[in-house]
């Protein structure tokens, strides 16, 4: 069976700069958004979204892509739930992707919800000066749809701080059964001493999860991009190819640290290390330049990778032509 290249892409800070943090630049960015589609369907690349938001936040995105978004796929609310682009435009969720999370992971709202009202109140025991709390939607008093596979908190710490969090959730979990769930971290933005913006999700699947599954239904060859922390497991133990945008948050940065260091690193160049782990060769775009965040990071690396895989001639930096000119000696 013949696979296809394919784009599985964060969103906020990786494919859209987070407004949150770069408001007078927005306009600028989004031109680049908007060139990266482009780019992909001048080679006919399938662009899938991999994001924590929900499939309606992603709607009211519509209109800036000219009344139709260009994925071919949202896996949102972190991969727990998919939906498919149907022929007219509109998305379709993907009800043997729900069974299968349903199934594979064990996860019940109703049973964990309890848990997690006792684990807000221990951790906020535990680290007093933390304001720890439940994200709206999952708040008693919140009146709309709940999200089935995700219950999320927020908060403000250090990244030291925010792990021990983390970590905490894992070893109460594992102690009460439930150690197939994952406990994410991840920073929304970064603050002044060395604090930053964090979610907190426990969640029945990750974005990996929604990778692979997409991987085997539709037969792609993936290259992944990310900045943050719900990252971590699609950018490191997915694909071959990996993209980690200009931007990228220092919970992403330790694990990336941590994964080189227990791999073997074969190659490594201004923009690239080629490592090998589990026996799994990967290529990791690393963006060495702190200006180019987000999309214009990300747009310079799809180039380098279709440059590389396709084969294609397309108007890169001397540079990185010469780093990817090592690549493929060392890969072929």
Known sequence: MQTALALFTDIDGTFVLDERHHLQQQENYWETTLAITAILKQYQIPLIAVTGRSVDVMLLDTAKFSGELPFNILACELGTRLYVKQPNGTYQLDRRYEQYVQETSGFKRSVLYPLCQDLEQTIQNLFPNINFQFQPQDQLNYTGERQPFKISYHFIATVQEALNIQYRFQMIFKQVGLSKLNIIVSANYVLENNLADYNLDVVAVDKKDAVIYLEQQYHYQSMVAGDGGNDIHMLLHTAAYTIIVGGYKPVLKQALTEYLHYGRVLLTTGHFVLVKNNQALKIIYLEPDPTLIGPNSLQQA???????????????????????????????
């Open 302 to 332: 799809l180039l380098a990778f279709i440059a590389l895989l396709n084969k294609k001639q397309v108007i890169l930096p001397e540079q990185l032509q010469t780093e990817l000119a090592q690549l493929r000696a060392k890969i072929s």
